[in-house]
C-alpha cells in the first residue's frame, strides 16, 4: 500500500520568515495530494491541495510544489503568521478512491514572535 | 451550518466497558469515515461508509464495529475496550466524488483504564 513520510516533525520559524514542510510518498499511482491543517483542539482541515497533471499551486502566502519523478511535495508557508502555528499533515491518494486517503505523521509548526 | 458534530468530547473507560462515539453530519454527504489519531502517527483509518447501509473496513477496524443506517449519521462502537484504543477519534465526511476534501469534526478523546 502507499506509504507517507513526512519531515521535519517539529519546526519553529520567526513571524515573517518562510516555512517549508515535505512529504515522499511510494505509489507512483498516486494523483491527488492534499494538505490539512490542524488547531489545537479541532479536526483537520483542508488548506491546500495538487493534482499530479500540475508542478504548483499557490494560494495567497501559501503553495504546493509536486515533483512526480522523485514522488515528493512539499508545502511552503511565505510571511509566516502567529495563526500559522498548527499541526500539519500532507496526504496521498489515487484520484476517484476516497478511502485510500494516506496521511502523513504531521509537522508541528511554531510561528514565535 | 453545523458541519460534523462528534460527541462525547471527552471519556474515560474502564477496562471491558464498551461505548459508542456518535457522528453526525448535516451536508447531505454520502461518505463519511472513521480516523483515531495517535501521537507522531498520523490519522488511520478505522473503517468508512459509501452510503446508507454500506459499511467497509480501514486500516485498522480490529475492535471496532459501525452502522451506517441514515445518510445523516455514523456511529463508531467499542465493545471491549483496551488500553490500546486509547486515542483521538475523528469521524469526517466528504461528497466522494473525485477529490472531495474531508470535513472532520471535533474530535473525542478516549483514555481507556
Known amino acids: 500500500g502507499e506509504n507517507v513520510e513526512q519531515h521535519p516533525s517539529t519546526l519553529s520559524v520567526q513571524e515573517g520568515d518562510s516555512a517549508v514542510i515535505k512529504c515522499t510518498y511510494s505509489?507512483?499511482?498516486?494523483?491527488?495530494f492534499p494538505w490539512y491543517k490542524q488547531e489545537l483542539g479541532k479536526g483537520p482541515q483542508l488548506i491546500i491541495d495538487i493534482r499530479s497533471n500540475v508542478g504548483e499551486k499557490k494560494d495567497q502566502r501559501i503553495a504546493v510544489t509536486l515533483n512526480k519523478t522523485a514522488k515528493h511535495f512539499s508545502l511552503h508557508i511565505t510571511e509566516t503568521q502567529p495563526e500559522d502555528s498548527a499541526v500539519y499533515f500532507c496526504?496521498?491518494?489515487?484520484?476517484?478512491?476516497?478511502?485510500?486517503?494516506?496521511f502523513g505523521t504531521g509537522t508541528r509548526l511554531q510561528v514565535t514572535l | 451550518n453545523a458541519g460534523v458534530t462528534q460527541t462525547p468530547k471527552f471519556r474515560i473507560l474502564k477496562i471491558g466497558q464498551s461505548m459508542t462515539l456518535q457522528c453526525a453530519q448535516d451536508m447531505n454527504h454520502n461518505y463519511m469515515y472513521w480516523y483515531r489519531q495517535d501521537p507522531g502517527m498520523g490519522l488511520k483509518l478505522i473503517y468508512y461508509s459509501v452510503g446508507a447501509g454500506i459499511t467497509d473496513k480501514g486500516e485498522v477496524p480490529n475492535g471496532y464495529n459501525v452502522s451506517r443506517s441514515t445518510t445523516e449519521d455514523f456511529p463508531l462502537r467499542l465493545e471491549l475496550a483496551a488500553p490500546s484504543q486509547t486515542s483521538v477519534y475523528f469521524c469526517?465526511?466528504?461528497?466522494?466524488?473525485?477529490?472531495?476534501?474531508?470535513?472532520f469534526g471535533n474530535g473525542t478523546r478516549l483514555t481507556v483504564t
Open positions: 469526517a465526511s466528504s461528497t466522494g466524488t473525485g477529490d472531495s476534501p474531508l470535513h
Open positions: 496526504a496521498a491518494s489515487i484520484r476517484g478512491t476516497a478511502s485510500k486517503l494516506t
Open positions: 505509489d507512483s499511482a498516486s494523483n491527488y
